[in-house]
């Protein structure tokens, strides 16, 4: 049964179903994976995106594209979004999403995903990150008065642990790395009266996710860039950015669809090593463990959504890249010296195009997650 209050009952949630299967979840269910092969659900949801052609006096936050996301603005809201674009180089523009309310481009689902499990009302609230998402989802469970526990891998930055402990959030260190912390999440996620907030399984945060894109097609005048450039680990970014794509493009507000690039560390590589050998998954699991990377947000080995991250890349007419822990390095020394101080995972679109690698084509690059919680990366890894 769906839960409503007296501010929401006007709009009904969409139920969910899995892309690979068609299973489907009522709309009201605190189940989080598809009940016949546990993996992703999709939302069923239809947007109205034409209506945007008129934006002025809306509220200045990602809620102002309102007709685009499947839940109405929450009181929680933090005032997430609008975050700026700015110059890099010639043709290659920046948005800094690092200055959200949490310091990441995480908030942008995290805060749906909190006005959601506010209606249903759950006992408990659950998620599992390296750090950025779960400081979001921490921050926004507090905003909305749940409770909430976060599971993150031994070795988390001690700053990111710290601000998730500051919101009030119960934290749970695994042994092990990012793996290890979303399989002890999922177990916990099965209690009874558990939300689960899954950045990953949950569609609500692609949904939040994709107003980047919308954000970015009114900074441009309505258009959007050749490219667009996005870090992927789970591909939650991604995903919604193709989501967002598909959807100006329906509505007749683009005239082309940008191309979509996708960038992973050198060191754990898994969909790009799918891309370069022709498949539509990820390639069998190694026997050896995953090479640490200074990109720690993107460190995902077996990510969930593979099959639709590799789709979504090649149907746009885009690539994989991949940088190097030099390149990471690099790249964030070089966005310091520019006035930018963004994280190592947060610099590693910039570290796969400052050298030249889209030729003439515009692109945009996202800035992930503030460097003051990870400082300077050492380019040696780890």
Not at 66 to 74: K, S, T, V
Not at 293 to 311: N, W
Not at 316 to 337: C, P
């Amino acid at each position: 049964m769906t839960v409503t209050t007296a501010a929401t009952s006007a709009h009904a949630l969409p139920d969910r179903y899995c892309p690979a299967d068609g299973a489907r979840v009522p709309a009201g269910s605190l189940e989080w994976a598809c009940p016949v092969c546990r993996g992703p659900l999709d939302l069923d949801f239809s947007p109205t995106p034409g209506q945007l052609k008129s934006l002025a006096g809306r509220v200045n936050s990602l809620w102002r594209y309102a007709e685009c996301l499947p839940l109405p603005a929450p009181a929680i809201s933090l005032g997430e979004g609008r975050t700026p674009v700015v110059e890099l180089a010639d043709g290659i523009r920046a948005k800094l999403d690092f200055l959200m309310p949490t310091l990441s481009f995480k908030d942008r689902g995290a805060v749906v995903l909190a006005a959601l499990a506010q209606r249903l009302g759950p006992a408990r609230v659950i998620a599992d990150s390296s750090g950025n998402a779960g400081t979001a989802v921490a921050a926004y469970c507090a905003r909305a008065g749940l409770p909430c526990t976060v599971y993150v891998p031994a070795g988390t930055s001690p700053k990111k642990l710290e601000q998730i402990g500051a919101h009030g959030a119960r934290l749970e260190v695994v042994d092990g790395g990012r793996e290890s912390a979303a399989r002890a999440a999922r177990a916990a996620a099965d209690e009874h009266g558990t939300f689960y907030a899954s950045h990953v399984h949950n569609p609500y945060f692609l949904q939040g996710t994709k107003t980047y894109v919308y954000e970015v097609w009114e900074d441009l005048g309505g258009r959007l860039p050749d490219v667009l450039v996005v870090p992927v680990g789970n591909g939650t970014l991604l995903l919604g950015v193709a989501l967002a794509v598909r959807e100006l493009y329906a509505a007749g507000l683009i005239a082309k669809a940008p191309a979509l690039y996708a960038v992973q560390s050198a060191a754990l590589a898994p969909l790009a090593e799918a891309w370069r050998a022709g498949a539509d998954d990820l390639l069998p699991a190694g026997g050896s463990e995953p090479t640490p990377t200074l990109a720690e947000g993107i460190a995902i080995p077996r990510p969930p959504r593979a099959r639709q991250v590799l789709r979504a890349v090649r149907e746009s007419g885009g690539a994989f890249l991949t940088v190097t822990e030099e390149q990471i390095a690099a790249a964030q020394r070089d966005l310091a010296g520019r006035g930018l101080y963004v994280e190592p995972t947060g610099v590693a679109c910039w570290a796969a195009v400052r050298d030249g690698a889209l030729g003439e084509r515009t692109a945009v690059v996202p800035l992930c997650g503030a460097g003051a919680r990870t400082g300077l990366a050492n380019g040696t890894g780890g």
